[in-house]
């Protein structure tokens, strides 16, 4: 499949070395608002094209999957000018700046035939299917406690007075769509839609989130949610059911995985080399072809947005993309 894409941050050049491992990877067109930083970046990787017009990106006819990795406020508007053209669509977690705007997305989606799938990298890690695979062996799943604090490599800059992009709400930044997001895709995996959310968080003076703390309710579970780009924390993830538990080490970077069942310990899931994008790529490569392989639906996105809203909604955080139509 040939894909471009879209952004020139390190992200971007992860997504294009993790796809490099496939055989049904080519990366055909770079784009960039700065022709220089999108030609520099296709050369580096011997993409035919470069872009800093979308709109002759989305017109490449030897293009036929974006992946975005621009801002979150820009995913929508760019998500949206390749459905159009009849490009499937890998978009950088979180999907888009609120669930209206993922709603938006998935109706153009069916209406032009195209694929549009969240790039949720931990979702798609062998060590997750690990869990899934043994959730029955911990009986009734009572109590999820997902929690992912690590301080922000910008933060300091924060501190002294520059704000970079991940502080700005206007960016549709900041801890809960930048972080919260991967532990509550993996909640909702696990327990469905919650019927009660209660989240309490800082702001920082930007207005974006520094931090947050939320619960799940459900009938006969709870989901505590913790995260922050302030402050670290090396807190495992535990699923607790009524016959044993599941331990994670890390909700971003899954290296150990156990269970526990009385006094017995069994490792499910051992790896200590980061595991790359290159699962979600595959998974997403094969439905765009039509296969059946697991993979996270754009609805279950949109869920997980329609949460993000209510979460911002009780702890303030308000981004200029909610206003528009």
Same mark, same amino acid.
């Given at each position: 499949?040939?894909?471009?894409?879209?952004?020139?941050?390190?992200?971007?050049?992860?997504?294009?070395?993790?796809?490099?491992?496939?055989?049904?990877?080519?990366?055909?067109?770079?784009?960039?608002?700065?022709?220089?930083?999108?030609?520099?970046?296709?050369?580096?990787?011997?993409?035919?094209?470069?872009?800093?017009?979308?709109?002759?990106?989305?017109?490449?006819?030897?293009?036929?999957?974006?992946?975005?990795?621009?801002?979150?406020?820009?995913?929508?508007?760019?998500?949206?000018?390749?459905?159009?053209?009849?490009?499937?669509?890998?978009?950088?977690?979180?999907?888009?700046?609120?669930?209206?705007?993922?709603?938006?997305?998935?109706?153009?989606?069916?209406?032009?035939?195209?694929?549009?799938?969240?790039?949720?990298?931990?979702?798609?890690?062998?060590?997750? @299917?690990?869990?899934?695979?043994?959730?029955?062996?911990?009986?009734?799943?009572?109590?999820?406690?997902?929690?992912?604090?690590?301080?922000?490599?910008?933060?300091?800059?924060?501190?002294?007075?520059?704000?970079?992009?991940?502080?700005?709400?206007?960016?549709?930044?900041?801890?809960?769509?930048?972080?919260?997001?991967?532990?509550?895709?993996?909640?909702?995996?696990?327990?469905?839609?919650?019927?009660?959310?209660?989240?309490?968080?800082?702001?920082?003076?930007?207005?974006?989130?520094?931090?947050?703390?939320?619960?799940?309710?459900?009938?006969?579970?709870?989901?505590?949610?913790?995260?922050?780009?302030?402050?670290?924390?090396?807190?495992?993830?535990?699923?607790?059911?009524?016959?044993?538990?599941?331990?994670?080490?890390?909700?971003?970077?899954?290296?150990?995985?156990?269970?526990?069942?009385?006094?017995?310990?069994?490792?499910?899931?051992?790896?200590?080399?980061? !595991?790359?994008?290159?699962?979600?790529?595959?998974?997403?490569?094969?439905?765009?072809?039509?296969?059946?392989?697991?993979?996270?639906?754009?609805?279950?996105?949109?869920?997980?947005?329609?949460?993000?809203? @209510?979460?911002?909604?009780?702890?303030?955080?308000?981004?200029?993309? !909610?206003?528009? @139509?």
């Amino acid at each position: 499949m040939n894909f471009a894409t879209v952004g020139t941050n390190w992200i971007t050049e992860a997504f294009i070395q993790a796809g490099s491992s496939l055989k049904d990877f080519q990366l055909q067109a770079v784009y960039s608002r700065n022709i220089e930083r999108a030609q520099t970046l296709a050369d580096q990787y011997d993409a035919p094209s470069a872009y800093d017009d979308l709109e002759q990106l989305c017109r490449d006819t030897n293009v036929e999957a974006l992946y975005i990795a621009s801002p979150t406020r820009h995913h929508f508007s760019i998500a949206m000018a390749g459905i159009q053209h009849g490009k499937h669509i890998i978009c950088e977690k979180p999907m888009c700046s609120n669930a209206e705007e993922a709603k938006r997305l998935l109706a153009a989606a069916s209406e032009y035939g195209v694929t549009i799938m969240e790039a949720i990298k931990n979702m798609y890690f062998p060590a997750w @299917e690990a869990v899934s695979n043994h959730l029955d062996d911990i009986g009734r799943l009572r109590r999820a406690s997902i929690s992912y604090c690590q301080y922000s490599s910008r933060y300091d800059a924060y501190r002294e007075g520059t704000v970079l992009n991940a502080f700005k709400p206007e960016l549709s930044n900041g801890a809960s769509m930048d972080i919260g997001i991967y532990c509550l895709h993996p909640a909702l995996e696990l327990l469905g839609m919650p019927q009660t959310v209660q989240a309490h968080g800082y702001l920082l003076e930007t207005g974006a989130d520094g931090q947050a703390a939320v619960l799940l309710g459900y009938p006969e579970a709870q989901a505590v949610v913790s995260y922050s780009k302030i402050s670290s924390s090396t807190q495992p993830v535990e699923l607790q059911g009524e016959d044993g538990t599941i331990t994670i080490d890390h909700i971003n970077h899954m290296h150990r995985v156990t269970l526990t069942k009385k006094d017995a310990t069994t490792v499910l899931w051992e790896n200590n080399q980061e !595991d790359s994008m290159a699962h979600e790529i595959r998974a997403f490569i094969q439905l765009c072809a039509g296969e059946d392989v697991r993979h996270i639906s754009i609805e279950r996105s949109m869920q997980v947005l329609q949460v993000l809203d @209510e979460i911002r909604a009780q702890i303030g955080v308000r981004f200029p993309a !909610d206003n528009e @139509e």
